[in-house]
């Protein structure tokens, strides 16, 4: 609500005439009787007076509230409510949030691109303790496995890379030879022993591709796989074919003829679907709306730009804020003046702050609408999936274009089980015909199955953040591994208590399981001291920057400090980023009125 302006008896003001100039004295003076007639008969309408006696010079207008100063829209009236309200919010919360939004925007874009910064990582030092590995946690060994041609020998594989144990000891040398140099390509999801009549392969599913070592002393080799490279997720032996699925495809290389070396062919195998109105999950929505995946390349370099503008917002809020501060600082101590460059450098940023803040707004609330439902608990409220139609950009020709997860094998009914973004999908083991959806009744979580096996009588194990559970695909039901309950199919969205990232067995018939907190612990909760890991690994471990970043972008990287209010950062700040860029959008658009309104009055007073 806007209060009442205050109104004096109005008088010709002399210094405001002197003010005026030469060129205005003889029009201040003309008009004094007939300004000081309106303000007698009635003092609240001397500037509706001043305007119908045709003063042109509002420096011959003074009141008592406001005395040698122009009569403008709300001068000596109190602000808007609403208004300095807004004006208070936008600055306040928009300092407030400074290193947070700058964080954010920097490592969004790098997050974009990965392949940019694939081959840097981030030394041990600068890394939070709790991401420091402890007993292979952290994903740091996923799998294992125990070649016939080196009896006692294991290979284990992981985030970490690839080691060997070697009498009962783990190596604390990796086994990297051949292998990208990067740390974040050189990640491993899968280690298969492939044996042939030439020797014994090992075969390398990581984050870089398909990499293959002849044992025992062989170097890795990279295999050939489509025209890019891409993340591996499993690899699968059938009768006569090898089966390769990365994220978004599947190859086949026959394994039937006897060769001198591993001289795999593979072929891409069309992954085909039923026929069925597509439809897209509310996560994949959200999070391609989020980063500009939605659109593509161009969309993607599009929303790095509006990451950089609010950067840029956010330091030039600051400078905006501190330079009259350190003015006015300088003035009262009878200092010497800032310099005039950071004078200009004050009215440069401010112009560019108004005027690139509401050109990125939209974009703005983009990131906070989006990212204030990508972290818990607001990810849950994501569960389930709309009609493609929803998604604004064009979808890929490939139904299964960076979806697939997992996959097993079913000797016994020769089907293939791909478990996807979009659920879990069988169909025949040489991958022909369609595919079809089908419900597995154990839950997955929505990171997708970090264990998803055919175990020796025909059950599928099944593990992920939600726990570990063996599945009779006979009788269509799952029992759990880890607590004595029933499975909860809609426990997707929610992680479990332990939460599962790999399985691994020996010869002896030894089971371990891998968690992502506890490390690696056998099946029987006891630890697994025959894989201890080597203290040098965790002394000389390096983080890659990509992962460094997410970690600080999903904000879990402050867990250390704010215990479990972590998981507020995310979806706190988006919100309170929605707020800075409505109550900025507001005050430019009242701005903008006012600046017209006075812009009609001087055409009337011309």
């Known amino acids: 609500m806007v209060k009442a302006c205050k109104t004096a008896a109005v008088k010709v003001d002399p210094k405001g005439i002197e003010r005026a100039g030469r060129v205005h004295m003889l029009a201040a003076t003309s008009h004094a009787a007939c300004l000081n007639q309106a303000a007698s008969q009635d003092p609240s309408k001397a500037v509706i007076g001043a305007l119908s006696c045709n003063i042109t010079n509002p420096w011959i207008i003074s009141a008592s509230a406001a005395p040698s100063r122009p009569v403008t829209a709300g001068s000596g009236c109190e602000m808007n409510v609403i208004h300095r309200s807004s004006k208070w919010l936008h600055k306040i919360l928009g300092l407030a949030l400074i290193l947070f939004l700058i964080w954010m925007s920097l490592s969004g874009v790098l997050l974009n691109h990965p392949d940019l910064i694939a081959g840097v990582s981030v030394p041990r030092w600068l890394v939070p303790s709790q991401y420091h590995p402890q007993n292979w946690n952290r994903s740091g060994i996923v799998s294992a496995v125990f070649p016939e041609s080196e009896p006692g020998a294991a290979y284990l594989a992981g985030k970490l890379g690839i080691y060997k144990r070697v009498d009962g000891r783990v190596s604390p040398q990796s086994v990297h030879a ?131 503008l609010l950067c840029y917002l956010s330091v030039s809020a600051f400078y905006a804020w501190y330079y009259p501060r350190l003015l006015q600082a300088r003035r009262r101590r009878g200092g010497a003046k800032p310099g005039r460059w950071m004078g200009r450098l004050f009215r440069f940023i401010h112009k560019y702050h108004l005027k690139l803040g509401i050109w990125s707004a939209g974009f703005l609330l983009l990131f906070g609408l989006t990212g204030f439902f990508m972290r818990p608990p607001m990810l849950m409220l994501l569960a389930g999936d709309v009609p493609a139609a929803w998604y604004p950009g064009p979808l890929p020709a490939n139904p299964w274009q960076q979806k697939i997860k997992n996959a097993l094998y079913d000797p016994a009914a020769e089907r293939v089980l791909i478990q996807a973004d979009d659920g879990v999908w069988r169909g025949r083991a040489d991958l022909s015909g369609p595919f079809t959806r089908i419900n597995l009744p154990a839950p997955i979580f929505v990171m997708g199955a970090t264990v998803f096996d055919t175990q020796p009588n025909g059950s599928y194990l099944v593990g992920s953040f939600s726990g570990l559970y063996r599945v009779d695909p006979s009788a269509e039901r799952a029992v759990n591994l880890l607590v004595d309950e029933a499975p909860d199919v809609e426990r997707s969205m929610r992680p479990a208590a332990t939460m599962v990232t790999g399985w691994l067995t020996s010869p002896e018939g030894d089971a371990y399981i891998a968690t992502h907190y ?89």
């Not at 899968?190 to 044992?215: K, N």
């Not at 890795?220 to 990365?246: A, C, M, S, Y």
């Not at 001198?260 to 195998?269: D, I, M, P, Q």
């Open 178 to 308: 051949g292998l990208p140099d990067s740390d974040f390509y050189r990640k491993t999801q899968q280690l298969f022993l492939l044996q042939r009549p030439e020797g014994e392969w090992l075969l390398a599913a990581t984050e870089g591709g398909l990499y293959a070592r002849q044992l025992p002393d062989g170097i890795w080799l990279e295999q050939p796989l489509g025209e890019h490279r891409e993340p591996v997720r499993k690899i699968l032996q059938t009768n006569d074919e090898l089966l390769v699925f990365t994220e978004s495809a599947a190859y086949a290389a026959s394994i039937a003829a006897p060769a001198a070396t591993l001289a795999l062919e593979f072929s891409r195998r069309q992954l085909e679907r039923p026929p069925s109105e597509p439809r897209v999950s509310l996560i994949k929505l959200f999070f391609d709306l989020h980063d500009g995946k939605v659109w593509g390349l161009p969309g993607r370099l599009l929303f790095d730009a509006a990451g950089l």
């Open 518 to 606: 506890q490390g690696l612990v056998a099946n029987s909760g006891e630890a697994a001291d025959a894989f201890q890991m080597p203290p040098e690994v965790r002394e000389q471990y390096r983080m890659p920057l990509w992962n460094y970043l997410f970690e600080v972008h999903n904000g879990r990287f402050f867990q250390e400090w704010l215990g479990g209010g972590y998981i507020l950062i995310v979806p706190l700040g988006a919100l309170l980023l929605v707020l800075i860029t409505l109550t900025g959008v507001y005050d430019w658009l009242r701005n903008q009125l006012a600046h017209r309104r006075r812009q009609r009055q001087r055409q009337r007073l011309a």
